[in-house]
């Protein structure tokens, strides 16, 4: 059987799966996209360069009295950054309500104001993480269990290949 490639489209599709998934501390439902979505790889690439490049500037920077310079109060910090990311790329839906009891919008603003606002934002961050994880992982599972299962499917015709022939075993002698 020929090996077929998936079109663009598929591919995206893909990428694009979602799951839905409640977080237990808070109670909070979620839609979840892939851990593989094209746009959180992006952000994701992104923030792996600048923290490449933050690293290698602070690791050049003299230990002195002027070490802490620059860092102000305001400053994006690489953990707001990926929570950023989060809210943006990876939550699809949620069932979160402002103070109106109006439903919140899913972006990276509102994604940052829950964190602030749960018991255990680092805990929540991991999660949805790991649910995202979770659904990449599960669809190359089930992409695995449909080319296993193409492998062994046959045509209902005999097959055309020989079988191989066991070595025989040379006769032993006793002394």
């Not at 080319?147 to 045509?155: G, V, Y």
């Amino acid at each position: 059987m020929a090996f077929i490639l998936k079109s663009e489209e598929e591919i995206r599709a893909l990428a694009s799966e979602t799951g839905e998934f409640t977080h237990e501390a808070t109670g909070i439902k979620f839609k979840l996209r892939s851990f593989a979505d094209r746009g959180y790889q992006a952000a994701y690439a992104q923030l792996h360069a600048r923290d490449r490049a933050f690293i290698e500037e602070v690791v050049n920077r003299p230990l002195d009295g002027n070490f802490f310079d620059g860092i102000t109060a305001d400053a994006k910090t690489p953990n707001e950054l990926w929570m950023r990311a989060i809210g943006r790329y990876l939550i699809a839906e949620w069932d979160v309500l402002d103070h109106n009891k109006q439903p919140l919008e899913v972006n990276d603003d509102n994604f940052i104001l829950l964190v602030n606002q749960v018991d255990d934002p680092s805990e929540l961050v991991s999660w949805c993480l790991s649910r995202a994880t979770d659904i990449a992982i599960s669809r190359d599972e089930d992409q695995a269990e449909i080319k296993k299962k193409s492998l062994t499917a046959t045509s209902g015709k005999g097959t055309t290949a020989k079988p191989t022939r066991k070595p025989q075993k040379s006769p032993t002698t006793s002394a």
